[in-house]
């Protein structure tokens, strides 16, 4: 007994991982109080990030339709010449962006953390000297603006091309790329300037895509319809640099840049350690990111396309998409909201759920049905679906932070967002290869639908996953 209650020498920073690797529970007390005034600064530059960033990319499917028409003046030779359209390769291009924006994370996070703690030059004989003063004026404004530039020239370089494989380079690639910068810097260090709202918080943060997905989905469309691709492209480089510049100037610091030990600067992790990396939960939540990433995207790149089908016109596919946004933006405030009360974790299990269901009671029945009321079916869908889809954009940050830790938080978050963007390059490129021939009317979206359907169900399988690993690991709570 003398031997097991001798005290282990460890470090400070040793000490604080061992902390956290045995209570999950959020180490508020190592964080400074807040004032009211940066929470409020954070909430908005994160919101307008999001806005700008995954609001573009929930509205990418106004453009998927565009490069489809007769009408396109980008693509050479346009697409609805061709016998077989390249749908999927198109469909790609928005997949690439989106997949990139999250999946770029796993690089700029320690970046960001590196800057911020100014461990990048090593203090050694051998560093250059130049090597040095480059790397000291690295800051993460540096990174921001660095996005937001990207992102202008994507977009331009884009109105230029002519090609599927030009616009996945200029369009998908760059921009993708691009929004990452700026995404993760702001949106990283977000939810350590919240505690006992968390999820309120980062619900009105996230409900920045629904937002800006309800602003540019019907101002792209006037836009294709009126200046027509190239000129569209144009317009949105010159608008991301207007809009993004000052978000980028605004870029919020890590709450643990501050902290320092004896050794030296103490970073928060920005890599999974293998301990954690063998966790359950750790491993249902990737899966669960997967799935989800790959089956959340696929009706915000059908939407224009499925409603053309059922005899619409495309400004009332363009609307319904905005609609779509809408909704889904006040559903993450308002998902957020219960999640603090009724558990995180019951508010996410729940919210998937209905969206899984109802994929395969409404898509799928308004395309497996030629009668009127498909078009009722598929209104249907679009409301419960963007409702109920909502809750795991709100609900995922705040419960990386309540089952793995807040110092943890940057590493998982990272991760977790890495694998939803490579479910995001996935998800919707295999659903244009299931789109089956345009003669068959909506029944050639019934094999999207099913595809759909069984990715987020399995998505909510593993996020059950998650609840049980959690309470058995920390004892079963029903408010979790």
């Known amino acids: ?45 994160a919101f307008m990030t999001i806005a700008l960033t995954i609001g573009y990319n929930q509205c990418f499917g106004v453009f998927q339709e565009y490069y489809l028409s007769s009408s396109q003046d980008v693509l050479v030779p346009s697409p609805a010449l061709q016998v077989s359209p390249p749908t999927a390769l198109l469909a790609f291009i928005g997949s690439l962006c989106y997949g990139l924006t999250w999946a770029g994370g796993i690089l700029v996070n320690p970046v960001i953390s590196r800057i911020e703690n100014g461990n990048w030059a090593p203090t050694t004989r051998s ?53 990452s910068l700026l995404y993760f810097p702001l949106l990283a260090p977000a939810p350590e300037y919240f505690t006992y709202h968390r999820a309120t918080a980062m619900g009105f943060i996230l409900a920045g895509g629904g937002v800006g997905g309800l602003i540019f989905s019907p101002m792209i469309r006037v836009l294709l319809s009126s200046v027509g ?22 870029v919020p610091r890590s709450q643990f840049a501050t902290n320092s030990t004896l050794e030296g600067p103490d970073r928060r992790n920005t890599h999974v350690s293998r301990a954690l990396a063998l966790r359950l939960t750790f491993f249902f939540s990737a899966v669960a990111a997967f799935l989800q990433a790959a089956g959340a995207q696929l009706p915000l790149s059908f939407i224009p396309s499925y409603t053309i089908i059922l005899g619409l016109s495309v400004s009332k596919g363009s609307s319904l998409l905005a609609a779509s946004n809408a909704i889904n933006a006040v559903s993450r405030i308002l998902t957020g909201y219960a999640g603090d009360r009724l558990g995180r974790q019951n508010t996410l299990v729940l919210t998937l759920f209905l969206a899984a269901s109802s994929v395969f009671a409404f898509w799928l029945s308004s395309a497996l049905m030629t009668t009127s009321s498909s078009l009722s079916l598929w209104v249907a869908f679009i409301v419960l679906y963007s409702f109920s889809a909502g ?78 690993a959690h309470g058995k690991g920390k004892g079963w709570k029903w408010i979790a």
Not at 20 to 25: N, P, R
Not at 229 to 250: D, M, Q, S, Y
Not at 424 to 436: R, W
Request: proline share 5%.
């Open 1 to 45: 007994m003398a031997i097991q209650t001798q005290a282990i020498p460890l470090t400070a920073r040793h000490a604080r991982s061992e902390v956290v690797s045995e209570s999950d529970l959020n180490p508020t007390p190592t964080l400074p109080p807040i004032p009211r005034k940066k929470q409020a600064t954070v909430l908005c530059s």
């Open 127 to 179: 560093t250059r000297l130049w090597r040095r003063r480059i790397l000291r004026l690295l800051a993460p404004r540096t990174i921001t603006i660095s996005g937001v530039l990207m992102v202008a020239v994507g977009f331009t370089l884009a109105s230029f091309s002519s090609s599927i494989w030009q616009l996945l380079l200029t369009q998908g690639f760059l921009v993708g790329f691009g929004m």
């Open 229 to 250: 691709g190239r000129w569209t492209l144009r317009l949105c480089a010159g608008f991301n640099l207007i809009a993004g510049l000052p978000i980028a100037w605004a």
């Open 391 to 468: 809750g795991y954009y709100a609900l995922f940050p705040a419960l990386i932070a309540e089952v793995f830790g807040i110092w943890q938080y940057a590493a998982v978050n990272a991760f977790i967002l890495f694998v939803r963007g490579l479910g995001t390059i996935f998800g919707s490129p295999v659903g244009g290869q299931l789109l089956g021939s345009l003669e068959e009317g909506s029944r050639a979206y019934a094999s999207i639908a099913y595809w759909d359907g069984a990715l987020l169900m399995g998505a909510t399988v593993c996020c059950i996953g998650v609840r049980w």
